[in-house]
């Protein structure tokens, strides 16, 4: 039995928040996860948006936490060393109903404290976005809607964490719970039993399933799929701002995305499916996105695709984020609810969550000498030839590129295998520092970072996984 004064189930965004924020006291905190790495199912697998409160709906849990969020998130990346960009948002007005839906939305907005969210006429967002179809009506544009790598957001908290002393054990599927008095009496996981005055469920798409082990699930996860085209650095026809369609009461619609890696992200979809583990992009998902990209940005150059992706957000019914102290089970939190916006939220929700745990009798003591901040992997991508070469020479490894399509180095791989919550597979490897991720997509760099990865973690090179229990690279037999 591994005892923990606090397990968190799940590993994404809203997980590794949570780690990271009870790291700063003296308690015992160990997360638990499926998946090999962290990151959870919808974390690694979004947009990247960091995005105001100005379309939520007024008054709700998931409109206050965003807003607290949305204020916090530039320090904890500037801390974190998490690249980002400040690149604002515009949703072009393509048609004169849209007009009415914009004015319904800028008040919206305002209600929500959100007071720069405003409508332009034409002239303003065309010079602002040249490649925008020039019959717009006018568009929305909110400045402070930002992007970033949602994976290293992720890694960098979980490290943080696992510095200040939380335990993360992944490969660890939850498999049921031994509930009895009102009390849990043992998490059992394929990895073991683990035992916890605090159980906090982040399970995201499952955290339904987790809930039911302890008969407090009244709820459904719907899974919610999104579709999603990654374009080269080179293709011509780029955008400096996130252009989106203009907001409905279920989705942003289709986004065209610049991101902090000098990709574009064109999508998503918003499918209900019900399959949880449905990540197969379709023909039709794909067409429709294509149709309304081009609508609004009608030179984009979809022959510069490298990839195609799927996210599954966690959609609730009944809709609407739920904070859950459970009175019929002490000490188990349930959250559920968290979907796209996820990710800005998470931090929100950690300290809201934390703040319930002290006024649920859980004694906090600040932990002396935590550590805030976390120092990246410096990408040698990205550096002058003077960086470079000092890089090189505090690091020959440096001189050895991996990945030719993003050059990547065998130090940034080495650094990003041995780091705390280190990489274990080959998309590990490709979420912390991009080896694959370009337009080869794996094609050069593959057999290297496997070669990499079974010298550093001392298995044969057949045992080497590109993720998950069972997605071997090499042919077992």
């Not at 197969?280 to 794909?286: F, H, I, N, P, Q």
Request: hydrophobic share 40%; glycine share 8%.
């Amino acid at each position: 039995m591994i005892k923990s004064d606090v397990l968190i189930i799940g590993a994404g965004a809203v997980g590794c928040a949570l780690a990271r924020e009870l790291s700063k006291y003296n308690i015992k905190v160990t997360v638990v996860d499926k998946n090999d790495d962290v990151g959870g199912d919808a974390s690694k697998s979004n947009s990247g948006l960091f995005s105001t409160s100005a379309t939520m709906p007024v008054g709700t849990l998931e409109c206050k936490l965003r807003t607290i969020a949305h204020s916090m998130i530039l320090n904890i990346c500037n801390d974190l060393d998490v690249p980002y960009i400040e690149c604002g948002s515009i949703a072009p007005i393509l048609y004169p109903d849209q007009l009415e839906t914009a004015k319904g939305l800028t008040e919206r907005a305002f209600q929500n404290g959100v007071y720069d969210y405003e409508i332009l006429p034409a002239k303003d967002i065309l010079d602002m976005e040249p490649t925008l179809n020039p019959e717009i009506l006018g568009g929305i544009y909110s400045p402070r809607d930002r992007q970033a790598n949602q994976f290293i957001f992720v890694s960098a908290m979980a490290e943080n964490a696992a510095e200040n002393g939380v335990e993360f054990v992944l490969d660890c599927k939850v498999t049921g719970m031994d509930v009895a008095d009102g009390k849990i009496h043992a998490v059992h996981t394929t990895k073991g039993d683990f035992e916890a005055t605090w159980v906090i469920n982040a399970a995201g798409l499952h955290c339904d399933e987790i809930s039911d082990m302890v008969d407090e699930c009244d709820f459904k996860i719907n899974p919610r799929k999104g579709e999603f085209y990654v374009f080269s650095h080179d293709t011509p026809v780029k955008v400096s701002h996130i252009i989106s369609s203009v907001p409905s009461p279920k989705t942003r619609g289709v986004l065209v995305i610049p991101t902090v890696d000098n990709n574009m992200l064109v999508g998503p979809t918003a499918d209900d499916v019900e399959d949880k583990t449905d990540v197969k992009t379709t023909a039709a998902g794909l067409a429709s996105i294509k149709s309304q990209a081009l609508n609004m940005i009608p030179g984009l150059h979809f022959e510069d695709t490298i990839t195609q992706f799927v996210g599954v957000r966690p959609a609730r019914t009944p809709e609407g984020y739920d904070i859950r102290f459970s009175e019929k089970v002490p000490g188990f939190i349930g959250i559920s609810g968290v979907r796209s916006t996820g990710l800005t939220v998470s931090v929100g929700l950690a300290t809201y969550i934390v703040h319930g745990m002290k006024e649920h009798g859980l004694e906090l003591v600040r932990k002396e000498g935590w550590k805030r901040t976390r120092k990246g992997i410096a990408r040698f991508a990205e550096k002058t030839d003077a960086e470079k070469d000092a890089l090189i020479a505090a690091d020959p490894l440096y001189g050895k590129i991996i990945c030719r399509c993003e050059q990547v180095t065998e130090s940034e791989i080495l650094q990003a295998i041995h780091r705390p919550v280190g990489a274990k597979t080959l998309d590990a490897v490709k979420r912390r520092v991009r080896a694959g991720m370009g337009r080869c997509q794996s094609g050069f760099c593959g057999p290297h970072v496997i070669e990499i990865l079974a010298r550093e973690l001392g298995i044969p090179e057949e045992d080497v996984r590109k993720r998950g229990e069972k997605a071997f690279m090499l042919d077992k037999n």
